[in-house]
Nanobody, 118 residues
Framework: QVQLVESAGGLVQAGGSLRLSCAASGRTYSTYRMGWFRQAPGKEREFVAAKRWSGGTPYYADSVKGRFTISTDVAKNTVYLQMNSLKPEDTAVYYC???????????WGQGTQVTVSS
């Protein structure tokens, strides 16, 4: 099992920045990549960003490309999501996730609320 604990989100004005973190514990050696997803009210959960724990090229949803950056700190078993130039449409509950393969994500965090005011 792998446990994922996200940092608190927050309320930020449009154009502002926020950094989320997610600490992994447990059988982290079995995981291969980390990702971030989000779910806005009344909408389905959607992919935001993902990357391998070490190396590799991160990939992003088109809606956040150029504004969000995913990074990992292997020594701390932590993944980050730096969010810049935030927009009201970025308002959602953000979830981190990890997967053992490229096929999908097996473990999920509890989610953290990010609200962007206009």
């Amino acid at each position: 099992q792998v446990q994922l604990v996200e940092s608190a989100g927050g309320l930020v004005q449009a154009g502002g920045s926020l950094r989320l973190s997610c600490a992994a514990s447990g059988r982290t050696y079995s995981t291969y990549r980390m990702g971030w997803f989000r779910q806005a009210p009344g909408k389905e959960r959607e992919f935001v960003a993902a990357k391998r724990w070490s190396g590799g090229t991160p990939y992003y949803a088109d809606s956040v490309k150029g504004r969000f950056t995913i990074s990992t700190d292997v020594a701390k078993n932590t993944v980050y999501l730096q969010m810049n130039s935030l927009k009201p449409e970025d308002t959602a509950v953000y979830y981190c996730a990890c997967g053992a393969t490229t096929a999908g994500f097996d473990y999920w965090g509890q989610g953290t609320q990010v609200t962007v005011s206009s």
